[in-house]
């Protein structure tokens, strides 16, 4: 029937036609700015020159001598590893708290969603404020069990920097994990875990053999999220510390826009970005390939 | 090469200097705020933007100025309000892209070499020949006006606030018998506003043992970095620092003097209220105001918000309610040549599209029938900048003690100390801002003075020595960078 098929023709590029905006824009906004930072991370541009000459590896051999690039890596890696395991656990935690029915179950679980729905910013701010050595109310708090006024400077001292950003991170993006995995609890099939009790296996052995492999995949992605999340943290330290005392919370993301944005070192953000999404790029495959969620 | 840009400037230029003889004769014999309005009204219609500080100091504009500039000329403001720490990043933002969003500008003298390097300011002086505007800008008090207006000899921006370090302190205190007795008792002087840091550090802690049992300690500072930055600025030099080896370029900030003034900022804290280290502009404001500190450093408003001054203004409402009202005299920080620290020039966007317009509205603003207005808004942050403000009988009326408050300033305009200006200032500062973050961490000052100088010597090889050398030559050569020793 050619000449049927020759009458169709036109409704099978027509397709095309269709998402070709849309396939623009993704490259425009998508493409066009990442091969344009590489090309640019191949220059010399600073705040006084824009030397647009091809420079080579100039910038990228300045990554490996920049002493705070790698500490602020470090920082963020630290922030990571402490934050991501204590969100998961109270995440967790909370999820096998409120699987069962009781009563304002509802209203409980909206509240405590609350924290994520704030910006981080403003969070940020927030809880520096309840810091705060003279108005804020945690040292005043502290005041009354310790019986004598307290003087912690939670963003100053070297000590309770870290504790200070890591509680308020966890405080923030706890729920988070709280709904993902409440989801996922609730979809594990009961007729396992009650027949496990019933054989009288422990809670570790179910929640080991039974409830893990169920829902790790929404786990996993759980964490992914939340892992590449916090390796760009900037809102809450910027707000609490600015990175600070010196540049002891500076996370990869706050130097990146100090170097960027701050101090203009244009040609040299682009290539940290280049060397951030090549750290990414490596941690988030091997993440993937490690849970097994390209299966 | 000359670029397409270069032949527009060239041709504004030669427009503007060959209009200049006759108008400038007019101009020059008129009023400068009225020669803007005059000239202003042919743009009527249009909108310019000013980039301004967000806050209370915006409030100027919006409230103020603005609506007053459009009533006379019939041309619309747009005030982009843009934090402090973000200003220097959106005007360079607004010029590397071309978008020329901005047409005024608010800018911080420090950061001029860096704008006018970079070629974001335009040159003012054909503008100022032109409107005759030259004779009005000599009347602006010298250290700011011989200090903050010009990058290799042209004009680039009219200083327009008059930022200065001023110490407060409690007349009532330092006039009690009793206070007095003690203070003789514990140390055998007399008790005195102190003239130098040595004083300071000798009354201050004696003060806080007098007076802490009433609740009011000695002094109290703003010490988060970005503002104890300018104090060290200030400190280091009256102390007889200076930044840089002049022949060499290598930083100097961790010499002796250098380390010594961040060995006792630290000390003073200990007999300063618990917790100084996180003070900010208004936490040690609050202190102040509410009777906590016996002395305190900082710019104009608070002696202002300290006499009540505006304070039962709604914008106002979060400062707290002075109970010192006065009760507060007015002196130089120890050393005698306080820190400019920060301040505003009005500048014009090169890149804007209403250069004329623009400019006419920052001369109409910087005037001097105009700026004396301003510097009297009790909530818009700009503080006295020209010889006929400190002594204005208008402003002297203001409260009981304004005189001694203008000749605070005055002496401040005097003697003011430039904030470092060279190129790449940020990158200095930052370092400066770390070094003190460290020092309240508890850190070795030795050690963050000589990893901020080690800081400071890779910012200027990267730049190039000789080219931060002459940049570093002409700002050490001005009036106020160094105290005369």
Known sequence: MP?????????????????????????????????????????????????????????????????????????????????????????????????????????????????????????GATWRLLLDNQYGPINQILGWFAGHRVNLLWTINPFLVYPAIIFCEIWQWTPFMFLILLAALSNVDKSQTEAAEIDGASFIRTFRYIVLPAIWPVMAIAILIRGLDLFRIFDIIWALTMGGPGTMTETISIYTYTMGFKQFETSYTAAIAFLVIAILTVVVTWAIRRMGLAK | MVTRRDVGKLGVAAGLAGSTSFAARQAAAADAAQTAVDAAKQFSGQTISIVWEAGLQALDPLNFSGPKWKELTGIDVKVVEVSTAEMFTKIMQDYKSGAGAYDALNVIPSWMPDLVNAGALEDLDPYVEKYGFREELQKIASTYRDNQMMVNGKI??????????????????????????????????DLAVPTTWAEFDATGPVLTEILKDKGTYGAGFFRQPPYTMFMFQERFRNEGGKFFDPDTMKATINSDVGVKVLTDMRAENAWMPPGVEQWGFVENLAAFLQGQTAMTISWPPYGRWAAGYGTDQEVLSWVPKSTIAGKVGYAMPPGGHPELAAGFCLSVASTSKNKEAAYLFIQWLNSEAISLQRVQLPYALRDPFRDSHFTSAEYLSRWPDAKDYLAALQAGATNGLLDLSVLQTDKYEEALRQMISKLWAGDDPKAIADAAAADWDAITDKIGVDKQKAVYGAWASKSGAYPKM
């Not at chain 1, 100039?58 to 602020?72: E, M, V």
């Not at chain 1, 009781?102 to 994520?116: A, D, N």
């Not at chain 2, 680039?156 to 206070?179: C, E, L, T, W």
């Open chain 1, 3 to 123: 000449a049927i098929a020759a009458h169709h023709q036109p409704d099978r590029n027509f397709k095309y036609w269709i998402i070709a905006p849309a396939i623009f824009l993704l490259l425009a906004v998508g493409l066009f700015p990442l091969i344009y930072s590489l090309v640019v991370s191949f220059m010399r541009i600073d705040m006084m020159d824009t030397d647009t000459s091809f420079a080579g590896l100039y910038n990228y051999k300045q990554l490996f001598k920049d002493l705070r690039l790698w500490q602020s890596l470090l920082h963020t890696l630290i922030i990571t590893a402490v934050a991501l395991p204590l969100e998961l656990l109270f995440g967790l935690a909370m999820a096998y708290l409120f699987l069962e029915k009781m009563p304002g179950r509802q209203i409980f679980v909206s509240l405590l969603v609350l924290p994520t729905i704030i910006s981080p910013i403003v969070a």
């Open chain 2, 156 to 189: 680039y921006g009219f200083p327009d606030d008059g930022d200065v370090f001023v110490m407060y302190f409690r007349k009532d205190i330092f006039a009690d018998p009793a206070v007095q007795a003690a203070f003789k008792e514990k140390t055998g002087k």
